[in-house]
């Protein structure tokens, strides 16, 4: 199960802190994710981060988002996922993924049909 929370909304410029939690299994070897749905958009990756720390960013949020876990030491994991310089076009809904599988290994790490398990959203709001 993944839980998601901490979106909000927030001025341009400004920041949030989001944070999913998986529990049920052990998540040790899983790669964990997050996604975003704008309205009326795809939904496109943003951020993974495997059991070791390797961390993959899309380019629309390369240097102004980290993500990190601590999937590693436990068997419950929290992942985070700090957004800095926050622009409106990163508005939408954030959901949180894990997929035991290794799609950092291939060019498409976000992409979708990789991901086996899903959280539900949380809403991220960017005024201008």
């Known amino acids: 199960q993944l839980q998601a929370s901490g979106g909000g909304l927030v001025q341009a410029g400004g920041s949030l802190r989001l944070s999913c939690v998986a529990s049920g299994r052990s998540t040790s070897n899983y790669v964990m994710a997050w996604f975003r749905q704008a309205p009326g958009k795809e939904r496109e990756g943003v951020s993974c981060?495997?059991?070791?720390?390797?961390?993959?960013?899309?380019d629309s949020v390369e240097g102004r988002f980290t993500i990190s876990s601590d999937h590693a030491k436990n068997t419950v994991t929290t992942v985070t996922l700090q957004m800095n310089s926050l622009k409106p076009e990163d508005t939408a809904v954030y959901y949180c993924?894990?997929?035991?599988?290794?799609?950092?290994?291939?060019?498409?790490?976000?992409?979708?049909?990789?991901?086996?398990?899903w959280g539900q959203g949380t809403q991220v709001t960017v005024s201008s």
């Open positions: 993924a894990a997929t035991k599988y290794s799609p950092l290994a291939t060019k498409m790490p976000l992409a979708t049909a990789y991901y086996d398990y």
């Open positions: 981060v495997s059991g070791i720390g390797d961390t993959y960013y899309a």
